[in-house]
Structures are given as C-alpha cells and as structure tokens.
T-cell receptor
Framework: AQRVTQPEKLLSVFKGAPVELKCNYS??????LFWYVQYSRQRLQLLLR??SRESIKGFTADLNKGETSFHLKKPFAQEEDSAMYYC?????????????FGSGTQLTVLP | ETGVTQSPTHLIKTRGQQVTLRCSSQ?????VSWYQQALGQGPQFIFQ???????GRGNFPPRFSGLQFPNYSSELNVNALELDDSALYLC???????????FGSGTRLTVV
C-alpha cells in the first residue's frame, strides 16, 4: 500500500531562516512525487513535482529513493510562504494516477 | 482559460439523505478525480474518471458513485449519508495526471 507521512503538523520559522518540510513515503516501485500548497482562503495548487527538478518560489525538493524521502526546502523563508503544504505521491504514468496525500504541514513564517 | 469550478460551495444534509456535487473541469482536461478532505487531514482519493469511464477507486463504499459527462464535467453522488461523510469534497482535473492536477475550491458538506 502506498503511504505518505508528514511528521510535522506545525512548523514555525523566522523570516530569512532556512526551512525544511519533511515528507517520507512508502511505495513498492518508482512513484511520482509532488508538493501541493494551500494559501489562506485559496484552493490547493501544485507547487512542484520531482520529475521537473524545478525551483518554484525558491523551493526545491529532492527525491531520495534510498531514504524514501522528498523533503521540501527553501534557504530563506519569506512571510508569504506561510501556508499549508501537502506532499503527495502518484503511481507512475500509464495507470490510474490518483494522488495519495500526507496529512499536511502548516508552515508559519514569523516576522 | 477557466479553472475547476465546483457547486455548491456549502451544503447541509440530514443523515440518510442523498447528495449530488458538481464539478466543471478545466478546459482541455479529460481526467477528473474526487477527493474527500476531513478536518485536519489531507485529501483522500475517492475515484477518478477518464473519458467518461471510472479508472480508479479508493477505499470508499459503493454508496459513493460518480459520473463524467462528454464535456468532461463530473458529478459525485453519495447515498444514505452518514455523519462521517461531513467533509470538504474536492474535484481535480488534469490531462493525464502526469503534470499534476488542478483543484477546485471544494464543496463543504455537513451531515446532521
């Protein structure tokens, strides 16, 4: 069974400090990993996906297959980064590609 | 380009009743998924439709059913509502899921 674990429900950092949101997964195979973000009073939106190896809004995430982790990182947090972050896993292309979400981490960036 | 729209935004139903939630997919998207998000939890996959056929289902009972129409809009139907069905129901559309899903704002269902 596939599972996504986000160990921290709440995370607070000061503006300008580095931030790391943890995500661990279990899946027998090679999944696709995503980070979704939900800002206050906005809908859930895709932040980044591991296949793209991209940096969005200064965030990056590296897939570590050995540790089955996909942690989200940003070197210098900004107040506008305050939001709920969800890590999600999907089966590889070609099959029903539903997302399995973690329970989320509420990030608060303090001034 | 329009996004994903869901209706209604809020709904209150009585236990045992039936409910239909609606979703209009983003233009060009042929895949739609429905998720249930309980308070304090991440979204949980209910089912997915691709070109009007169900092609994936999560761990939800048969009283949760759905439809996708030729214009790729979709419905989620829940029969015999239970108190635990109270949640935010999210619709998400995609071309094939590979590049991520576009989510709607959700329908908040309260069962009393």
């Amino acid at each position: 069974a596939q599972r996504v674990t986000q160990p921290e429900k709440l995370l607070s950092v000061f503006k300008g400090a580095p931030v790391e949101l943890k995500c661990n997964y279990s899946y027998s195979g090679s999944p696709e990993l995503f980070w979704y973000v939900q800002y206050s009073r906005q809908r859930l939106q895709l932040l980044l996906r591991h296949i793209s190896r991209e940096s969005i809004k200064g965030f990056t995430a590296d897939l570590n297959k050995g540790e089955t982790s996909f942690h989200l990182k940003k070197p210098f947090a900004q107040e506008e980064d305050s939001a709920m972050y969800y890590c999600a896993l999907s089966r590889p292309r070609g099959s029903a590609r539903q997302l399995t979400f973690g329970s989320g981490t509420q990030l608060t960036v303090l001034p | 380009e329009t996004g994903v729209t869901q209706s209604p935004t809020h709904l209150i139903k009585t236990r045992g009743q039936q409910v239909t939630l609606r979703c209009s997919s983003q233009s060009g998207h042929n895949t739609v998924s429905w998720y249930q998000q309980a308070l304090g939890q991440g979204p949980q996959f209910i089912f997915q439709y691709y070109r009007e056929e169900e092609n994936g289902r999560g761990n939800f009972p048969p009283r949760f059913s759905g439809l996708q129409f030729p214009n790729y809009s979709s419905e989620l139907n829940v029969n015999a509502l239970e108190l635990d069905d109270s949640a935010l129901y999210l619709c998400a559309s995609s071309t094939d899921g590979y590049y991520g899903y576009t989510f709607g704002s959700g329908t908040r269902l309260t069962v009393v």
